[in-house]
């Protein structure tokens, strides 16, 4: 069950967090050179309580501003996930493109090939763990949440309500919290810097057999990539049990095929059912 959160968890950060951004059009970038310290971004006294919409305002400003995100149609993005302390690694691509499609491939040695992805409304997994599955419910709606292409740039349009609930300390760094609840999927908590901008921290939980499960994740290291700062790596947290996922490449505005996104045989075998 741990090996198939893990994979919620990398799809999750590379999609769900809106954290890969518009950069180097027909290009990759492997592992940039960190951004110098960001400025802050018109930070509120400290002694003011903002509204979540102005958290969220100036986060999308603080990483490049709208028009930088609405500048790409698709992201490739390349990573690395190590379950700390137990050897696991996994080697994560995952393909996304406006509006909502997304195929995520992930190989490890101890868990084999395993591919998921959303086409048409359609959330599938087809992987040795569980087998080719159209899923529902729950799992489905969150999928489909972080499915929608760079949403935090969109928030108004993704969300039904974001309210600042207080200033938490992340990492030794005050932080607004931020509750947002989308118009599909379960609510999350996210942490934005109170000085920067960026996004520290984020909450959320996850359906599984065993029920909720919470999970934290803390990405950091951001760089800039074709004018947006992005995220490099990201600690994430769960069933006591740490994982550090780290981007090795992000292409935009690539070239795909028309059917890089079409669900494997096994998944169109069950819709015809």
């Not at 740039?153 to 989308?182: I, L, M, Q």
């Not at 800039?224 to 090795?248: A, H, N």
């Not at 935009?252 to 045989?265: C, I, K």
Request: glycine fraction near 8%.
């Amino acid at each position: 069950m741990t090996k198939r959160i893990a994979i919620v968890c990398v799809a999750g950060f590379l999609l769900g967090s809106a954290l890969w951004r518009p950069a180097l059009a027909q290009a990759p970038v492997v592992m940039p050179p960190a951004a110098p310290a960001v400025a802050p971004a018109q930070a509120p006294s400290a002694g003011a309580l903002p509204s979540g919409g102005d958290v969220l305002a100036r986060y999308v400003d603080a990483t490049g501003g709208t028009a930088a995100y609405d500048a790409v149609r698709n992201r490739v993005v390349r990573a690395r996930m190590e379950i700390q302390g137990a050897g696991i690694v996994f080697h994560v691509t995952v393909y996304a493109a406006r509006p909502a499609s997304v195929l995520t491939l992930i190989d490890s040695d101890a868990t084999g090939h395993m591919e998921s992805g959303v086409w048409n409304g359609v959330v599938w997994e087809n992987s040795a763990l569980r087998g080719p599955i159209v899923k529902d419910g729950a799992e489905r709606d969150d999928t489909l949440r972080d499915a929608a292409f760079d949403h935090m740039a969109r928030w108004k349009e993704h969300f039904t309500s974001v309210e600042c609930t207080g200033v938490a300390d992340v990492n030794g760094n005050p932080a607004y919290r931020v509750v947002v609840t989308p118009k599909i999927g379960s609510r999350q908590t996210l942490y934005f810097d109170r000085e920067t901008a960026l996004l520290v921290r984020s909450e959320s939980m996850i359906d599984s057999a065993a029920g909720q499960i919470a999970v934290t994740a803390e990405p950091d290291d951001y760089r800039k990539v074709g004018g947006i700062l992005t995220p490099f790596t990201s600690r994430v947290s769960l069933l006591g049990q740490q994982r550090t996922l780290t981007v090795e490449t992000i292409e935009q505005n690539v070239d795909l095929a028309a059917d890089r996104f079409d669900p494997p045989a096994e998944i169109k075998a069950l819709l015809r059912k």
